[in-house]
């Protein structure tokens, strides 16, 4: 088995989401995952995309810097297609940092700009 570079990883998230690819979060995140700003697990992840993706059926992520360090990967995304701007406005940024552990993402820190993300 092949264990995929922590870069990739971060970026596959990002792709998960922006194809509404939900259940790919079964595969990039490990079992015994956490995150932080949303206080729960793999399950958490899939709502908050859900919700997200409901609310505002354009959004997407992109991602323009990626920083790897060890088991940890530092990213920064702009967030588009929220209600306030449209498809095309960016309405802010995404810090994320992921641990990685066995080629899935074991845990995650986030902040954010955008102030209008459902969950």
Not at 2 to 29: S, V
Not at 89 to 104: D, H, K, N, P, S
Request: glycine share 8%; hydrophobic share 45%.
């Amino acid at each position: 088995m092949t264990i995929p570079d922590p870069r990739h990883l971060a970026q596959r998230m990002h792709e998960a989401f922006n194809t509404r690819d939900i259940a790919a979060a079964d595969e990039i995140f490990a079992p015994g995952f956490y995150s932080h700003p949303l206080r729960g697990g793999v399950e958490a992840v899939k709502a908050a995309w859900t919700a997200m993706l409901t609310a505002c059926p354009t959004a997407r992520t992109v991602v323009e810097d990626v920083l790897v360090d060890g088991d940890r990967v530092a990213l920064r995304s702009t967030v588009y297609g929220l209600p306030a701007g449209g498809a095309d406005a960016a309405a802010g940024t995404m810090l994320e940092i992921f641990r990685v552990a066995e080629g899935r993402i074991t845990e995650l820190w986030g902040s954010s700009t955008v102030s209008q993300l459902p969950r």
